[in-house]
């Protein structure tokens, strides 16, 4: 399947040659990946590694030093607000609003996309998916961090973005939301939305991701599914030990 995929070869995400500077500290350093249409993709790395930061540049947060990005063809810097149609993002502490209710803040996404007062109505089954059906009407601010995460992630879900990223969105979630958002992304992928989600549950990325890529000190240093690691690093490890041999080799190339 994935073969298949990549032979298509149709990228939706396209980093190319990313770099950011805070004054003299280069968090991200020449960063180039292409992400597929309806695919997977786990973005792992130790702390520190650049990942938030990268994401940030990804959806049109942060302007990055130097390099480009397009969103399924359209230039992220030239032509920002189309691209950011095509994109949803829900980082690791969620951006909503607590004098809200949760069915106020999915109207007030929707207004923020032009959509129409229906698009909420058909967020009907987002909430009830993720158990927040009967909270919709209560204030934010009485929400727990797992459901402010809900929520958020609905609201990045309304406008039906073609890339999807997601800072840690399993943190905070409890084992029945977790399972359901993966549900949930794994058929989102499956309609053709490019997702991808930055995360340190390595067990989880292997089960879910079609490929991930590894950052380390700024630096994107593996890329590919676990199958092309473990082909390309000659072992038949899981993502955890290919994970802690790939950040460690890196540490003791740049010691000697
Ligand atoms: N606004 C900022 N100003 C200065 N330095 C920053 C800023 N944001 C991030 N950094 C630095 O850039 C580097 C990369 O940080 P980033 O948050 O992207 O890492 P991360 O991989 O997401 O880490 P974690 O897994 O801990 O969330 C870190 O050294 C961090 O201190």
Request: glycine content about 10%; aromatic content about 6%.
């Given at each position: ?13 396209e980093a190319t ?43 049109g947060?942060?302007?990055p030093?130097?390099g480009e990005i397009q969103v399924a063809g359209v230039d992220l810097q030239r032509r920002p607000m189309e691209a950011k149609?095509r ?170």
């Open positions: 399947m994935q073969l298949k995929r990549e032979k298509r070869g149709f990228g939706v995400l040659g990313l770099r950011k500077e805070f004054g003299h500290k280069v968090a991200v350093e020449d960063v180039s990946f292409t992400l597929n249409k309806g695919e997977l993709f786990g973005f792992l790395g130790p702390n520190g590694a650049g990942k938030t930061t990268t994401i940030r540049m990804l959806v947060l942060l302007r030093t130097r149609r994109l949803g993002y829900v980082p690791d502490r969620p951006m909503v609003h607590d004098k809200l209710t949760g069915r106020e803040f999915l109207r007030f996404m929707a207004s923020l996309y032009d959509l129409p007062a229906r698009a909420v109505d058909e967020a009907d089954h987002w909430l009830e998916q993720f158990d927040l059906t009967e909270s919709a009407d209560d204030l934010i601010s009485t929400y727990s961090h797992g459901m402010k995460q809900k929520i958020g992630l609905i609201g990045q879900l309304i406008h039906e973005p073609e890339v999807l990223l997601l800072d840690e969105p399993t943190v905070g979630l409890d084992p029945k939301s977790a399972r359901t958002l993966r549900n949930v992304l794994n058929g989102l992928c499956a309609k053709g939305v490019t997702v991808l989600i930055s995360t340190h549950l390595l067990p989880i990325a292997e089960m879910m991701c079609h490929r991930v890529g590894i950052m380390d000190r700024g630096r994107l240093i593996a890329i590919g599914s676990i199958a092309e690691l473990q082909e390309r690093y000659h072992t038949e490890s899981n993502l955890e030990d290919l994970f802690l041999r790939l950040t460690e080799a890196a540490e003791g190339e740049r010691r000697t």
